[in-house]
């Protein structure tokens, strides 16, 4: 196929990097995984639920047009419940969003605060899914640093003076 790597996360799903990546994914697999392409099969990311906290009139969340602009989450270990994958799709014979079977390489579970972990947004305006008790969820913007760089992206005017042709 010509891929080095694929995603299997969801449209309401974001990669949490670490900053000093500077939203660089092959310069993360390269420091983290020099010889990925041929050692391992896939990497599992972890998940975290956000959400509007429902229990706080002050939280004005819902008045944002952005999944990022949703900052509440469990303060819990993230999960492999809902758990992603990054594939090296040379190593891998099969796959569904959540794993991988048959690999010729390892599945490497990532560590999710030094690595990559997934934001999940599923239905965030009801607070984070399987939220449990708010007295146990915390304020995490750790995706705010990118949200003027969605908006920039959502607003930039296509240039319509391209001629595309078949040839």
Not at 13 to 32: A, V
Request: no cysteine; glycine share 6%.
């Amino acid at each position: 196929m010509g891929f080095d790597w694929v995603t299997t996360h969801d449209v309401d799903e974001y990669i949490r990097m670490p900053p000093t990546y500077n939203q660089s994914l092959p310069k993360f697999l390269g420091d983290y995984f020099p010889n990925a392409k041929e050692e391992v099969g896939a990497l599992r990311m972890k998940s975290a639920s956000f959400g509007k906290n429902i229990h706080d009139p002050t939280d004005n969340s819902v008045h944002h047009p952005l999944l990022v602009d949703y900052v509440w989450r469990k303060n819990s270990t993230l999960g492999n419940a809902r758990s992603k994958i990054l594939v090296n799709p040379q190593q891998v014979n099969y796959l569904d969003v959540h794993d991988t079977k048959g690999a010729a390489k390892p599945t490497v579970d990532l560590e999710p605060y030094q690595q990559l972990h997934i934001h999940h947004y599923k239905n965030p305006e009801n607070g984070p899914h399987a939220g449990g008790d708010p007295s146990q969820w915390v304020k995490d913007e750790s995706l705010s640093l990118y949200r003027q760089a969605i908006l920039d992206s959502l607003t930039e005017q296509p240039n319509t003076t391209q001629v595309y042709s078949n040839n």
